[in-house]
């Protein structure tokens, strides 16, 4: 929010004369319990939510390996470098935004929590500097100045940040990247086949599929080094829309083969798959008989690592950021409430026995001719039936399960004549 200084208006007719520019004076925004200001840089407060998770992620890297050295590439006014110095105690940060307008602000922000180097202190903590996001992380390869976490706030479908990030990160360093192009998992397939090297379909479960070729087009580009990243937790937000998703670089064999292949889908009768590479040309037609399509090649892998949301929850319950099982949420503030959901959700769809997709329940309504079932009463009656089931965090009105389209649509099928059985006879 802006505040004027502007004098009031004398009342003999000069306020028609033009008026001297006054200053205008930003009130301090708060984040976490952090004072800070944006000026002109792009900030969103729903974007908090992402920013949470990183420090989580960053906190958990530090306590396992005793040290963190983070670079945030496109820091807009400093919030993030910030969070990591002061919350995730980070050893060093280094702040980077191509704007230089922007640096008094990002070294107001930062001076006000930690001094860049002091007499206890004599290591340099953070530093900031403006300059072309690709320059700095190639320069920091070329001078073998490797970093444990390496943040990239990019704007659209930006994927020209992925090899440089992946040059100058630690090996099992933690990259965090983004995508707000909500149009390229489904309206622009060509955009997405030239950003991700992935050709989308217009799918039920097009925002998962936006996560899921972003992490695609990190997967390639760290294969052209015969380096494995994987991600610890993928997040979606519909304010941005903002894909964001934090990878890990691991040891171990290129998952190729079994993570990263395809989606095929029958808009017939709704049924979908992931299909390997293998398994190409086995699957061209639905079992109801009709032709798939196939988006791909995506990652068919996991979402998220259930090891480090477990850490990053205990860590988060630490800090008061979450609350306990079965505190009533409606007693909440809103930054709580939406980070113990958002890890809540996150944990229940790390389950290895859910595969790609959601389903809607609007989808299930509409093929099944029946009204849309509630979440809950659709959910018990699948898990009764020995089928894994959890919510989505990019569609509330939908499910994970492994059970398939058929089968949700025969099980709501057969609640909603039991409940409607039910009224029969009590009328
Ligand atoms: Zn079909």
Not at 25 to 38: N, Y
Not at 215 to 224: F, K, L, Q, S, Y
Not at 305 to 319: C, D, F, G, H, P
């Amino acid at each position: 929010m802006l505040v004027s200084t502007a004098l009031p208006v004398p009342p003999d007719g000069l306020s028609r004369l033009p008026q001297p520019q006054q200053p205008t004076k930003e009130l301090p925004k708060m984040e976490r319990g952090l004072s800070f200001t944006t000026g002109n840089a792009f900030y969103r407060r729903e974007s908090a939510v992402g920013r949470d998770l990183s420090v989580l992620a960053a906190i958990a890297y530090k306590r396992e390996h005793g040290q963190l050295r983070a670079l945030d590439a496109l820091c807009g006014c400093g919030v993030r470098a910030m969070r990591y110095l002061v919350q995730a105690s980070a050893d060093f940060v280094w702040a980077n935004d191509a704007c230089d307008h922007l640096r008094p602000g990002i070294l107001d922000n930062l001076r006000a929590v930690a001094p860049p180097s002091c007499s206890s202190c004599p290591t340099e903590r953070w530093k900031v500097s403006t300059q072309d996001a690709n320059k700095l992380l190639l320069g920091c390869y070329l001078a073998d100045d490797y970093y444990d976490l390496i943040d990239v706030d990019s704007h659209g479908s930006n994927s020209v940040f992925f090899g440089s990030a992946l040059a100058a990160l630690k090996r099992g360093g933690l990259v965090y990247v983004t995508s707000t192009d909500g149009f390229s998992c489904s309206k622009r397939p060509y955009n997405a086949l030239a950003s991700y090297g992935t050709f989308t379909r217009r799918l039920p479960f097009i925002n998962e599929i936006g996560l899921r070729m972003v992490i695609a087009g990190v997967v390639r580009e760290a294969a052209t080094r015969n380096l494995r990243m994987r991600p610890l937790f993928s997040h979606y937000s519909a304010h941005g829309p903002v894909f964001r998703i934090m990878l890990r670089m691991e040891h171990g064999e290129l998952d190729l083969r079994t993570n990263y292949g395809f989606i095929a889908h029958c808009s017939e009768c709704g049924a979908f798959q992931s299909v390997s590479w293998d398994e190409l040309g086995q699957t061209s037609a639905c079992s109801c008989s009709k032709k798939n399509t196939y988006t791909g090649p995506i990652w068919i892998g996991p979402l998220h690592n259930i090891a480090y949301l477990q850490t990053m929850s205990r860590v988060a319950k630490e800090l008061n950021w979450i609350a306990s099982p079965g505190f009533d949420m409606k007693k909440l503030d809103p930054e709580t409430s939406k980070l113990t959901e958002v890890l809540d959700v996150m944990l229940e769809e790390s389950n290895p026995a859910l595969p790609c997709g959601y389903i809607g329940l609007h989808e299930i309504a509409s093929r099944g001719k029946i009204p849309t079932p509630r979440r809950d009463t659709l959910t018990r009656g699948l898990q009764k039936e020995g089928y894994v089931v959890s919510r989505s965090q990019i569609e509330p009105n939908s499910l994970k399960t492994n059970a398939s389209v058929a089968e949700c649509i025969h099980v709501a099928q057969q609640l909603f004549a039991l409940q409607h059985d039910k009224l029969s006879i009590q009328s």
